[in-house]
């Protein structure tokens, strides 16, 4: 006889519902800016001082485009439920168009300190900590479009 025989686990009762679309987007955009940020901090533990102080931007950058892409429903952008503010569903569109614009400028800003900084002509730096600051912008950008496009909304009425 094993004393865990006599031991029961409670059942996860918010993963027992029948839509569990909005349950797997969540966990995975979860674990992709996890990982995205794990890349970084592994980095510059790893590597102290071979990473720019100015790299530290485009995390931040593509952290604060997750919340602006996904602060706006997709309702609110095609009109249906936003009616108050002073722009309406346009302002809506430009919030999520600004979003976007800050997501891909820091995955560009990233890149280029990748190739200008790690892989030009003749630099003998080691490689990682530029690819994973690019690695950690695409992580998290990846965690948002999952995030934003992977739920459904129907079920918030």
């Known amino acids: 006889m094993s004393c865990f025989e006599n031991i029961t686990m409670p059942s996860c009762v918010w993963f027992e519902s029948g839509e569990k679309r909005n349950i797997y987007a969540s966990i995975s955009s979860g674990l992709l800016f996890f990982a995205g940020w794990w890349f970084i901090i592994d980095t510059i533990s790893v590597y102290p001082g071979e990473l ?13 485009s997750l919340l602006m892409i996904n602060s706006v429903s997709n309702a609110e952008v095609r009109g249906e439920t936003y009616t108050g503010g002073c722009m309406g569903p346009r302002g809506a569109k430009v919030w999520l168009f600004i979003g976007f614009v800050v997501a891909f400028a820091s995955l560009i800003a990233s890149s ?11 630099s003998t730096k080691h490689t990682w900590p530029g690819v994973s600051l690019f690695m950690q ?21």
């Open 52 to 64: 720019p102080n100015a790299a530290h931007v485009c995390g931040v950058m593509a952290t604060l």
């Open 112 to 122: 280029g300190f990748l190739f200008a900084n790690y892989f030009s002509a003749g």
């Open 137 to 157: 912008t695409a992580f998290i950008f990846a965690g948002s479009l999952v995030y934003k496009f992977g739920r459904s909304e129907d079920v918030w009425g």
